[in-house]
Nanobody, 115 residues
Framework: QVQLVESGGGLVQAGGSLRLSCAAS????????MGWYRQAPGKQRELVAS???????NYADSVKGRFAISRGNAKNTVYLEMNSLKPEDTADYYC?????????WGRGTQVTVSS
């Protein structure tokens, strides 16, 4: 079992920055990949960024150059640094952890970017 708790969402003006955090607990040694997903109203959930245990990152084209995913030294925390935010980044952001056998999801944190 893995538990994920997100924090750091909020309201920000366009062009601003936010840093999301995801704290993992439980069977964290079994986690292969951690990622951030988002879901805007009326849209499907989409991958924002992911990071492997070895530090390999992957980003959605829409956030490349603006967002950065990283893991804490203890490997049980993953961050999403979001810069140059746009109104279209408004969504609920979810942390995910992928193990060999299954995935786990946090409850999400809301990000609202005003124009």
């Amino acid at each position: 079992q893995v538990q994920l708790v997100e924090s750091g969402g909020g309201l920000v003006q366009a062009g601003g920055s936010l840093r999301l955090s995801c704290a993992a607990s439980g069977s964290i040694v079994s986690i292969n990949v951690m990622g951030w997903y988002r879901q805007a109203p009326g849209k499907q959930r989409e991958l924002v960024a992911s990071i492997t245990g070895g530090g390999i990152t992957n980003y959605a084209d829409s956030v490349k150059g603006r967002f950065a995913i990283s893991r804490g030294n203890a490997k049980n925390t993953v961050y999403l640094e979001m810069n140059s935010l746009k109104p279209e980044d408004t969504a609920d952001y979810y942390c995910a952890a992928f193990l060999v056998s299954r995935s786990y999801w946090g409850r999400g944190t809301q990000v609202t970017v005003s124009s």
